[in-house]
């Protein structure tokens, strides 16, 4: 089993910054891609940044510029930095990661984090 556990959120004033992490733990042999959806209220869950394991970005647009995902491979963990931080970001989190486990490493596995909320006021 794998479980990915996310870093609490916060309340931000419009225009801050907030740093999310998302730490895997388990049975893992590797991690593959691992990214950061959201979902805010009445809309759907959407990508919102992603990684490689060897560190090749991509951001939606709405992010680009302001959002930084990054990782640490020796800790299994993601990042996300958020700046500029608009209300239109207001959503719950998520990480997500592609894993590999240590006895079923021929493919990897897709696992959720348990989601985070973040709020930004006006």
């Known amino acids: 089993q794998v479980q990915l556990v996310e870093s609490e959120g916060d309340l931000v004033q419009s225009g801050g910054s907030l740093r999310l992490s998302c730490t895997a733990s388990?049975?893992?042999?590797?991690?593959?891609?691992m990214g950061w959806y959201r979902q805010a209220p009445e809309k759907q869950r959407e990508l919102v940044a992603a990684i490689t394991s060897y560190g090749s970005t991509n951001y939606t647009n709405s992010v680009k510029g302001r959002f930084t995902i990054s990782r640490d491979n020796a800790k299994n963990t993601v990042y996300l930095q958020m700046n500029s931080l608009k209300p239109e970001d207001t959503a719950v989190y998520y990480c997500?990661?592609?894993?590999?486990?240590?006895?079923?490493?021929?493919?990897?596995?897709?696992?959720w984090g348990q989601g985070t909320q973040v709020t930004v006021s006006s």
């Open positions: 388990g049975s893992i042999f590797s991690i593959d891609a």
């Open positions: 997500n990661a592609d894993v590999r486990l240590l006895y079923y490493y021929t493919t990897s596995l897709n696992y």
